[in-house]
């Protein structure tokens, strides 16, 4: 089956810094997201990304699904931007997505 | 509702006990999902409901595990005859329709088997 790798494992940062995660899939995919998973557990929708590039604040993410990658860009970090981002994909017909084994990142202040 | 409530929050079972975990989806979500999320692991999937139709069952890992949603609403995953190996984080999801699109999830219980 499909495979999700992400990059770095893990990330520490010092606030206000900007990051790269990227996110390697291994066939075609239908569909793409990234979510936030908080220290309190919450998975927090991000983005939906088959291709191109969206933007929410500080947060953007650009999926080139010819060359199987996303990458999320994290600018001017805060503490709270810490916890695990994770991407998932759809493939083929079935409706579940197939997550990556994320990234941990934490902002100090 | 507003998000994607689960019940309870956590849950201590003792080895062999059987647990029922409640999922209350956004009003009007056609499609429901659960997940299990071991420690320092992605979510892997469990189930899929689309209405009250269980189309995809394929990520139950045993037969002690059973998933419902008898009115297309409310879901409710059972687990019979609990194993340590069941410890993890039970997390549902709803989307608002059936093609791809993004999922809500709720904040999972944590099931813990002693």
């Known amino acids: 089956g499909i495979q999700v790798e992400q990059s770095p494992p893990d990330l520490i940062l010092q606030e206000g810094a900007n990051s790269t995660l990227r996110c390697n899939f291994s066939d075609s995919v239908n569909n793409l997201q990234w979510f936030h998973q908080n220290p309190w557990g919450q998975l927090i929708n991000l983005f939906y990304?088959?291709?191109?590039?969206k933007q929410n604040g500080r947060l953007s993410a650009t999926t080139v699904a010819t060359e199987r990658y996303s990458l999320l860009y994290i600018s001017s970090s805060q503490t709270t931007d810490s916890g695990v981002y994770f991407c998932?994909?759809?493939?083929?017909?079935?409706?579940?997505?197939?997550w990556g084994l994320g990234t941990s990142l934490a902002v100090n202040p | 509702g507003a998000g994607v409530s689960q019940s309870p929050r956590y849950k201590v079972a003792k080895r062999g006990q059987d647990v029922a975990l409640r999922c209350d989806p956004i009003?009007?979500?056609?499609?429901l999902f659960w997940y299990q999320q071991a420690l320092g692991q992605g979510p892997e999937f469990l189930t899929y409901?689309?209405?009250?139709?269980?189309?995809?069952k394929s990520g139950l890992p045993s037969d002690r595990f059973f998933a419902e949603r008898p009115e297309g609403s409310v879901s409710t995953l059972k687990i019979q005859r609990t194993q340590q190996e069941d410890s993890a984080v039970y997390l549902c999801a709803s989307s608002l329709g059936t093609s791809w699109g993004g999922y809500t999830f709720g904040s999972g219980t944590r099931l813990t088997v002693v």
């Open positions: 998932a994909v759809w493939a083929g017909n079935n409706r579940k997505l197939i």
């Open positions: 009003s009007g979500h056609v499609s």
């Open positions: 990304i088959p291709s191109g590039t």
């Open positions: 409901f689309q209405n009250e139709a269980q189309l995809d």
